[in-house]
Each structure stands twice: as C-alpha cells, then as structure tokens.
C-alpha cells in the first residue's frame, strides 16, 4: 500500500522529478531545485520513511519505492516525467523506468548501482557488517531495526541484472564522480547496457550533485535539452 510523500514543487513546463539517496530527504537537492525550476517543474520527493515522508507498513524495498513513485506520479495527474537519481535515488529510478516506461521521458542515473558487488569494498564491507550487526537486535531495539532496513537498501537491493537493463527506452545520463563509492567499471557496466545512454563523469566523490553542483547542472542542463541518441 502506497503513502503519501512529502514533496516540494517548484517551477513549471515539463516535469523533472528529483529522487535522493540513502537516509536523506529532498533537502539534497538544494543546488537544483531552484536552478532546474526555471526551465521545468522540479519536483522534489522524500521517499517512504525519509524526510517527512511516513514509513508506513509494507516492504521496505527499492521496489516499493518505485511503486510509491508510480502511485504518486498518478495522484498527480503526471503521464511522464524527466527523472533524475542519486545514489538509491537512482536505484529507483532504474526499477521505475523498467517497470513503467511509459511514464520516463529523459533518465539521470547519478552513482546508481546495480546490486552490492557494485559498490566499492572499503565501502560496502562495514555496510554489510553494519546490516548483519543491527539485523541481530532488530526485534528488541526499534532503533536498530530502522538501522537495519536502511541498510537493508544498500546490501540487498536493487538486485538487477545487467541484461535486464536492454529494456529501459529512455535516453539515459550515467554521470558520476570520478572518486565515487560505485566502481567505475561498474558505472561503465551500467551505460555500456543502456541501449539509448551516455556517460559523464565529473571529478569529485559521490556527492557531485551537493559538492560540485555547478558542473554538474550544467551536463544534466545540456542532457535534457539536446535531442539524439548515443554518439
């Protein structure tokens, strides 16, 4: 069963939905609400149990956050939007656009990943160990078994399969930082089976979006008003 996300709109023209990472709110966005909303309607969500947004009491999953967006999208009144993602926000939008096509005009996969292997190990390795520990007293600490859910996110989902990703029709932006938490050979892995794709990467970490916004609007800029397919 869907909830109601919390959200902030500004702009108009064409839709541009804004989908944050792992344990953030909309308020990542700072740096691009306002400057994407003179040229589209920037909608910023917080996902099901971040930010404002109640948790609710189905699965806590990637999946049901592209569910939760489809729900949402409806409640709206909107057929299609530009969608752009960072980090589980981007996972998100990898399972929106393979399950809804129809609803994705243009796609921005800012250090997204396809399942675990895809982060890099000084990363995930804590995160793993971080899940299991927390998973262990989920059922006596309320605290650790939100710890654990959003952890949950990074360790079991989205679990997709590179082949998986021939069926995504939108023209797509892989972009992310050169010194990201996301393998680079797995950010290539992405675009390389992305059938309509580009791939930008801009030097910095995995927080390009927040730390070097001014670049990076500009390529998203450029991305959404060029037409063409993969060079």
């Known amino acids: 069963m869907s909830v109601q996300l919390y959200y902030e709109e500004k702009g108009n023209c064409e839709p541009l939905i804004l989908l944050h990472g792992n344990g953030e709110s909309h308020e990542y966005f700072v740096h691009q609400i306002e400057y994407f909303s003179q040229n589209y309607r920037v909608i910023a969500i917080d996902t099901r149990g971040h930010g404002k947004s109640r948790r609710g009491d189905t699965p806590f999953t990637i999946r049901q956050f592209a569910l939760d967006l489809h729900c949402f999208m409806e409640d709206l009144g909107i057929q ?89 029709t939108a023209r797509t932006l892989v972009i992310a930082g050169t010194g990201d938490m996301i393998k680079t050979a797995h950010t290539r892995l992405i675009y390389e089976n992305l059938p309509d794709a580009e791939l930008v990467f801009i030097r910095g970490n995995h927080f390009i979006a927040n730390r070097k916004f001014v670049e990076f609007n500009k390529e998203v800029e450029r991305f959404l008003q060029e037409a063409g397919g993969r060079p």
């Open 80 to 168: 299609k939007a530009n969608i752009l993602g960072f980090s589980d926000g981007g996972n998100i939008a990898l399972i929106f656009a393979l399950t809804y096509p129809e609803q994705v005009m243009k796609l921005i996969l800012n250090g997204a990943n396809l399942f675990g292997r895809g982060i890099k190990p000084h990363i995930q390795i804590p995160i793993i160990l971080g899940y299991r520990f927390a998973s262990l007293f989920a059922d006596k600490s309320k605290a650790a078994a939100k710890n654990a859910e959003m952890l949950s996110l990074m360790v079991n989902d989205p679990d997709i399969r590179p082949q998986e990703l021939s069926r995504i």
